[in-house]
């Protein structure tokens, strides 16, 4: 793992107290690009999303645009620190859902404001592929977090829930739409009104994680599909990101249209002729990424 000071000035990651972003080189011989492995930093408070989070998460998200060398981003939480003596430890949390301490006393105008165009979504409209690595709670905007990546692999130790009714709420990072699409509504619509916590072997049963390892085959199984996907033309993951969004936005009939237009505008693209090239002759892809 490259530390930041040893990659070069432009790429580094936006420095911030909540939030740590490292690179990963994608491949150990070979100047491929990175990967980044986003950490929420707030272990004693279960990496909880407060507003610095927040305001971190989207400059994360604005950089990861612009670095066209970071290929794939990783979203963690940080494992809980040792406890104080004569504390019981915390327990482990990818998140732990918005900061509740910030809900004190606020009303609609504030709400309005601090869940307008927020983090979720810039996670969400990011064009590189995400994938949430989670290992322990991933509650309210936790599982909103990790629902607004691409792709989710937790630890047998998760658990997964949209506990807002609890308070008195529903969700409002985007569950009762990016959720219902993954597992659909009857089941979306047990989560939001019972406010139950799902179990990660039924997560993967219900089709809300794509993978269930142990905590420690977690990192390793997230960063080797990360490196995976990180090999590939950056160009086309991007195409097929938007295409598979059009799934969502779109009716059948327009995204079966939107596909065809984008996967006939992929023969004019370089990487479309490096990778059938490297296919006949046998040899691996050097994308050029357009
Ligand atoms: N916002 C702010 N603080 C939170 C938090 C949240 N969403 N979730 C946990 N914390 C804090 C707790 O207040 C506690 O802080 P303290 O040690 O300073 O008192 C610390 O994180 C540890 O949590 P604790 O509740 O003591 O751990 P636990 O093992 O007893 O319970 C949970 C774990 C996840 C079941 C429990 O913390 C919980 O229900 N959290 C809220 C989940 C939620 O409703 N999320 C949706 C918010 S919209």
């Not at 000035?9 to 980044?36: C, K, Q, R, T, W």
């Not at 963690?76 to 620190?81: E, I, L």
């Amino acid at each position: 793992m490259k530390k930041r000071s040893e990659v070069t000035p432009f790429m580094n990651p936006p420095e911030s107290d909540v939030i740590n972003v490292e690179l990963h080189p994608l491949s150990e011989d070979d100047d491929l690009g990175y990967f980044a492995c986003m950490t929420i930093d707030r272990p004693d408070k279960l990496n909880a999303l407060n507003a610095d989070v927040m305001e971190a998460l989207k400059a994360v998200c604005a950089w990861m645009e612009a670095t066209s060398e970071v290929r794939v981003l990783v979203v963690t939480g940080a494992p809980p620190n040792p406890p104080a003596e004569g504390k019981r430890p915390k327990p482990h949390a990818f998140v732990a859902g918005a900061d509740i301490t910030e809900f004190s006393g606020a009303d609609s105008g504030v709400i309005r404001e601090k869940f307008r165009d927020n983090a979720v979504e810039a996670l969400w409209n990011l064009s590189k592929p995400t994938l949430a690595m989670v290992d322990g709670f991933a509650l309210g905007g936790g599982c909103e977090v990790a629902c607004s990546c691409d792709i989710r692999i937790a630890s047998d130790r998760s658990m997964f829930g949209t506990p807002e009714i609890n308070l008195g709420l529903i969700p409002g990072y985007g569950a009762t739409q990016r959720l219902e699409r993954l597992v659909g509504y009857g089941k979306a619509h047990e989560m939001i009104m019972t406010g139950d916590m799902v179990p990660a072997e039924e997560a993967y049963r219900i089709g809300l994680v794509n993978h269930v390892v142990s905590p420690e085959a977690l990192e390793e199984t997230t960063f080797a599909m990360a490196r995976q996907i990180g090999s590939k033309s950056s160009h086309a993951l991007r195409v097929g990101k938007q295409t598979v969004r059009a799934a969502l936005d779109e009716g059948l009939t327009t995204g079966v249209e939107i596909e065809a237009e984008a996967f006939a505008n992929l023969f004019d693209s370089e990487d479309k002729e490096i990778g059938v090239q490297a296919f006949l002759t046998r040899e691996t892809a050097r994308w050029k990424h357009r």
